[in-house]
């Protein structure tokens, strides 16, 4: 099984402000993904990174609003830009192996 | 398109007792997975299990079981004789291939409350 790590683990942020949240893989991945979960919520997915193209984002989510990296097979980043208090939520990592692998989350707190 | 219900928002049982919990799906693709995940307090996602769709067999791991009925279109989840550690929030999922990659949409969860 893949052992994702993220940082950081939890974060408090003023409104307006951006956060950068590291996703890294102890293997190398072709794909992965970043879900997000309100509070009280279930998963949804925001995006699919693949190492050498541009991310792609489900219904509901852009690229100015949550920018992606992807820049290595082990490696991603998602930026949540100009927090407001609806972007408090956990946000998630995974990637694809024999089954999907999620990280432990990063608990985002705006304020 | 793909959908997971998860009927239980929340089950709260006492130690020992069994538990099922019940996830119900729909979708038009013929080959996919189903999942079950389980989130503790700590917020991490631990994955418990990934199903074939073309693989009915029930699966014993154990305390855990799953019932795969494609007939009804169900997955469900049985934790027998619970105990405090079980309590979680429970998540089944299925799987969407898309694009080369495979998307999971996931249920609204069951949050478990097991009583000592």
């Known amino acids: 099984s893949a052992v994702i790590s993220q940082k950081p683990s939890r974060d408090i942020c003023q409104r307006g402000t951006s956060l950068t949240i590291q996703c890294q893989v102890d293997?190398?991945?072709?794909?992965m993904f970043w879900y997000r979960q309100q509070p009280g919520q279930s998963l949804t997915l925001i995006a699919t990174a693949n190492q050498g193209s541009e991310a792609t984002y489900e219904s509901g989510f852009v690229i100015d609003k949550f920018p992606i990296s992807r820049p290595n097979l082990t490696f991603s980043t998602l930026t949540v830009s100009n927090m407001s208090p609806e972007d408090s939520s956990i946000y998630l990592c995974?990637?694809?192996?024999?089954?999907?692998?999620f990280g432990p989350g990063t608990r985002l707190l705006v304020l | 398109a793909q959908k997971v219900t998860q009927a239980q928002t929340e089950i709260s049982v006492v130690e020992k007792e069994d538990v099922t919990l019940d996830c119900v799906y729909e979708?038009?693709?013929?080959?996919?997975?189903l999942f079950w995940y389980k989130q503790p307090p700590s917020g991490e996602l631990v994955f418990l299990i990934r199903?074939?769709?073309?693989?009915?067999q029930n699966e014993i791991s154990g305390r855990y079981s799953w019932n795969f009925q494609k007939s009804t279109s169900s997955f469900n989840f049985t934790i027998t004789a619970s105990q405090v550690v079980d309590s979680a929030v429970y998540f089944c999922a299925l799987s969407e291939r898309r694009r080369g990659s495979e998307k999971l949409v996931f249920g609204k969860g069951t949050k478990l409350t097991v009583n000592p």
């Open positions: 995974s990637v694809e192996g024999q089954t999907q692998y």
């Open positions: 979708t038009r693709d013929t080959t996919y997975y």
């Open positions: 199903r074939n769709s073309f693989d009915e």
């Open positions: 293997s190398q991945v072709t794909m």
